[in-house]
């Protein structure tokens, strides 16, 4: 079966569904949570931002620069490793649709560290960034989608969405927005790829 993927990472996380369409009906094909951080490296790399907080200014660079490897190596790996299962499935994977954050000013590491919330914004950012790095490496055809501009996007591009509330009440736990999220990114992006 042809199938689209799609990504809503968090910090260390990821929820990612894999969607076909079987006689014009969606069919939820695999949905996971993938870990973008390796346990060992769990407790500061979640959140390497946070990690680097209140050392100097090299070792804080030093330690987010770190963190951003450890969140690409991992995503690349889990990523990979998924994608093989799919294949090896018999699945035709069309592409694979990440959802972003809103865009932030290009600061230094240091004036991200300077103002808490600054923090948040530059980890919402890394995750994402490394599992849309991942889906390339991949050789996958890649979507990003601003998570902001997903419910205006979908009513147009996504003539499905009445089966995505029906496909979440068929899966069960867990089935919440994170999930529905990225089934709607995965559709609006590759939906017509999956005839």
Request: with cysteine; aromatic share 6%.
């Amino acid at each position: 079966m042809k199938v689209a993927i799609g990504f809503k990472a968090h910090s260390g996380w990821a929820a990612t569904v894999a969607v076909g369409l079987q006689d014009e009906h969606l069919q939820l094909v695999d949905r996971r949570r993938l870990p973008l951080v390796d346990a060992r490296t769990a407790p500061w790399a979640r959140q390497p931002y946070h990690a680097a907080e209140g050392m100097a200014p090299a070792r804080a660079q030093a330690m987010v620069q770190r963190g951003i490897e450890a969140a690409r190596h991992a995503s690349a790996r889990v990523v990979a490793a998924w994608l093989q299962e799919l294949l090896e499935a018999g699945h035709d994977v069309t592409g694979g649709a990440v959802l972003t954050a809103s865009p932030m000013p290009a600061w230094t590491t240091e004036q991200i560290l300077a103002v808490h919330i600054r923090m948040h914004q530059a980890e919402g950012h890394l995750f994402p960034d490394a599992v849309a790095a991942a889906v390339a490496a991949c050789g996958l055809p890649l979507g990003l989608i601003p998570e902001r501009e997903l419910d205006q996007l979908a009513p147009s591009a996504c003539p499905w969405m009445a089966d995505i509330t029906a496909l979440g009440k068929w899966a069960g736990p867990p089935w919440g927005a994170d999930q529905k999220h990225a089934t709607i990114a995965a559709l609006v992006l590759f939906g017509s790829r999956l005839h």
